[in-house]
């Protein structure tokens, strides 16, 4: 997109106002979605929503308060009360930045007004820009809508509040006017992102803080927009076209070197729906970025998000010299037919290049993730076979893949071709849209997988995989800030882990297996069939509960660890035997829990890796009471495959993604 040879002034009117009013302060929330709790546990989220209107705010001479919900793990009661704790507050701004959150958004203003009726109070982000008016018809507390980018906008409001000058008079506003709603026309995207205030990093200090000092990744933006058209994408409502603006490599590099001068914070994740784009221009941004970084000696990591018709091994791997250590690829499916239909613009030829070109230029599958979206309501017993087949065969399937329904967002071309179909939207507004599936096969299958899904979650086995996860990641956490471990140790607890998520990603393939098998012939599932399926699981969760707790002992116990040769034929918890011999990858048994059975732990390859991303060549050794060396077993349970037979559900000669 060219810049606007228009002053800045004329798009945005208020560009160069300074707040005089001490006690005119603007309050910013990021709500906590609760029903998430569970897939978000693990991960600490900047919102850089709240950070950019902070920064905007800041530098217009307003004092603002950010409360990130979700990082802090609030409700909306302890919101309220921490808004309501300041009566500076006279603008409110709560940014929902999906569907599900303007419940707990609603919930929030209710709460607020009814105490402190004079505030105002805005809504602003992808799903209030889409469903304006429906939002301001639902909930009288909500004063108006910001619609698109909330820069320039958030500071515009709060002039003309602090001044009591006509709101309706305001682009890019949505509000009631003597009780009929009005929309003012449409505020232009910002085309200079570089003259934006660098956003505040309120929510990064809080990481640190919750991590100890530990290390942690910064969230950053170095474009905005995508040139696609995915029939089941929402953020074209918020920009309002197709077209893709860039920061500077110089301005991203000065953002970066703040944040290293700041906060010690040399990871990076940027948050961009397109880092690559496929033109000229775009090719040269990324060397040009590249050079920046360079020049500079940044010495950063960070992650980025891609098409993969944008994957170029060349490209990729400039990126990864000058620190690109992960990457995402908007993969979405591996059957052609379904791609189509989404309106992708991309073919399974492309994912398999991508995924092929990134394994010759050495990305190990763990630094590789994708989006992929399983359940569609359109989608047929084959095309769900086949969208199976391919993740599992690619070697990156991990348990959130095959949990994956599309959702319809508010106002999206998937949302518009359901109506179109005459399907009626009877959730309440906010909430996902609860649809059946066209193929009766598929509407058996799906429902007993989530019944299944949410079973499990609930179980103890797998609660104590969460608790072995939850360990894990402050163990690796604390090794990258303040008490690193020997490089072996830390690959023992790294081949560990990736045992545990093999085998919880292992009661998930035989769930969809036998599923596909039960329904092969019928379209839906026979009286007691669900309970059949779970008792056939029982021998992975069992075995799977186990190891989990020998992770979570090995977590506990790291700083404890002591090595041996192994030479002695009563090992103590905490021992760790190493050997090797004649050249052979060094073998590390870790000793961890005393059973009634005898001694129990971990045994690990040193060295191994795999095509797989849960690949591993860690195994649980025994060790009888009183036996020796010579004595050792090893514990097993049986696989997905092993329970089911033959893991192939395409017929011979077949290949995912033909359809």
């Not at 560009?15 to 546990?41: C, I, M, S, T």
């Not at 509407?443 to 969460?466: G, T």
């Not at 990641?473 to 490089?487: G, H, T, W």
């Not at 596909?516 to 599932?525: H, K, S, V, W, Y």
Request: proline content about 5%; hydrophobic content about 40%; overall charge negative.
């Amino acid at each position: 997109m060219k810049k606007s040879s228009l002053p800045l002034t004329v798009l945005q009117p208020f560009a160069n106002y300074r707040n005089e009013d001490p006690d005119f302060q603007v309050g910013l929330v990021h709500p906590y979605l609760v029903e998430a709790w569970q897939k978000n546990r693990l991960k600490y989220r900047e919102s850089l929503a709240l950070g950019y209107l902070a920064g905007a705010l800041d530098r217009h001479g307003f004092e603002s308060t950010s409360i990130n919900a979700e990082l802090l793990g609030i409700g909306p009661e302890e919101v309220t009360e921490r808004l309501l704790a300041d009566p500076r507050i006279q603008l409110i701004g709560i940014s929902a930045k999906s569907q599900r959150t303007y419940r707990a958004a609603r919930q929030i203003a209710r709460l607020v007004k009814a105490v402190r009726p004079d505030v105002h109070i805005t809504l602003g982000g992808v799903f209030p820009s889409a469903a304006d008016q429906p939002i301001l018809d639902d909930c009288v507390e909500i004063d108006s809508i910001v619609r698109g980018e909330g820069e320039y906008a958030i500071v515009e409001l709060a002039a003309r509040l602090s001044q009591g000058l006509p709101l309706d008079k305001m682009r890019g506003l949505s509000l009631r006017v003597d009780g009929k709603f009005v929309r003012t026309p449409d505020r232009p995207r910002v085309r200079d992102l570089d003259s934006l205030a660098f956003p505040a990093r309120d929510d990064l200090q809080q990481m640190l803080v919750d991590n100890g000092g530990g290390s942690t990744s910064a969230y950053l933006v170095a474009s905005r927009g995508c040139y696609a058209a995915c029939t089941f994408c929402s953020i074209h409502q918020i920009y309002g076209d197709h077209n893709v603006v860039r920061r500077s490599p110089e301005s991203i590099a000065d953002e970066m070197q703040s944040i290293k001068d700041r906060f010690g914070v040399s990871r990076f994740s940027f948050v961009d729906d397109l880092f690559i784009m496929p033109s000229p221009s775009g090719i040269r941004w990324v060397h040009d970025f590249c050079d920046v970084l360079t020049e500079r000696k940044l010495e950063v990591n960070f992650y980025a998000e891609m098409r993969a018709d944008t994957i170029e091994k060349s490209l990729v791997r400039r990126l990864m010299d000058v620190g690109m250590h992960r990457l995402f690829i908007g993969a979405e499916s591996g059957v052609d037919s379904v791609l189509v239909r989404w309106d992708k613009g991309t073919t399974v030829e492309d994912n398999n290049r991508a995924l092929r070109e990134l394994r010759e230029i050495g990305m190990a599958p763990h630094q590789i993730n994708f989006g992929y979206i399983m359940f569609d309501p359109e989608m047929t017993f084959a095309e769900l076979k086949e969208q199976y087949q391919w993740i599992r065969d690619s070697g990156y399937a991990k348990v959130q893949h095959l949990q994956n329904k599309m959702n319809i967002y508010w106002g999206t071309p998937q949302y518009q071709r359901m109506i179109d179909q005459g399907r009626a939207d009877d959730s309440a507004l906010g909430d996902r849209w609860i649809y059946t599936f066209d193929d009766p096969r598929v509407d058996s299958f799906e429902p007993a997988f989530r019944r299944f899904h949410r079973r499990y979650e609930a179980d103890s086995r797998a609660m104590a995989v969460l608790a072995a996860r939850e360990a894990f990641m402050k163990r690796v956490q604390e090794d990258k800030s303040r008490v690193p471990m020997p490089r072996w140790l830390f690959e023992c607890l790294s081949q560990a882990m990736r045992r545990i998520d093999q085998a919880d990603r292992d009661c998930y393939f035989y769930v969809f297996e036998w599923l596909f098998r039960a329904l092969e012939e019928q379209d839906t599932l026979a009286d007691g069939a669900e309970e059949e399926m779970w008792a056939g699981l029982e021998p992975l969760l069992d075995g799977l509960a186990a190891d989990a707790e020998l992770l979570s002992a090995l977590c506990a116990s790291i700083q404890e660890i002591v090595e041996s040769d192994g030479a002695t034929a009563a090992p103590r918890i905490g021992d760790a035997w190493r050997a090797s011999e004649d050249g052979s990858p060094e073998i590390v048994t870790i000793w961890l829990a005393d059973q009634p059975h005898g001694t129990e732990g971990f045994r690990v390859g040193l060295g191994f890796t795999g095509d797989d991303r849960f690949d591993h060549a860690c195994e649980v050794v025994q060790l009888p009471p009183g036996g020796s060396p010579t004595d050792i077993t090893v514990r097993r349970y049986p696989r997905a495959s092993q329970l089911l037979g033959s893991a192939r559900l395409l017929p011979a000669g077949v290949e995912a993604g033909q359809s």
